[in-house]
């Protein structure tokens, strides 16, 4: 089983950015499709978008399509997720795993998003 520490995480004002990271261990990275999730106080935890093994492509959700970008370094085992003109709505714990159809690992502990106005 995989094993995912998300991090970069905080407090951003409306428009701003961030970066997440998320290190991973106890699989072979570069074989494996990854994605982000999130999950807003008193909602499901939804894929916000998914990255493929090599990093050739990435897809994403409508609700962050052209403002968000999913990255990785597959000689760090890690992924990351630039978010750009941070809405109110992107307030959440955000999360990585594998992607929507596969069976998940355990999930690590997140990293909080907060973005004020």
């Known amino acids: 089983q995989g094993q995912f520490v998300e991090s970069g995480g905080g407090l951003v004002q409306t428009g701003g950015s961030l970066r997440l990271s998320c290190v991973t261990s106890g699989f072979t990275f570069s074989r494996f499709t990854l994605s982000w999730y999130r999950q807003a106080p008193g909602k499901e935890r939804d894929w916000v978008g998914t990255i493929s093994h090599i990093g050739s492509t990435a897809n994403y959700a409508d609700s962050v399509k052209g403002r968000f970008t999913i990255s990785r370094d597959n000689a760090q085992n890690t992924i990351y997720l630039q978010m750009n003109s941070l809405k109110l709505e992107d307030t959440a714990v955000y999360y990585c795993?594998?992607?929507?159809?596969?069976?998940?690992?355990?999930w690590g502990q997140g990293t909080q998003v907060t973005v004020s106005s």
């Open positions: 795993n594998r992607s929507p159809t596969a069976n998940k690992w355990p």
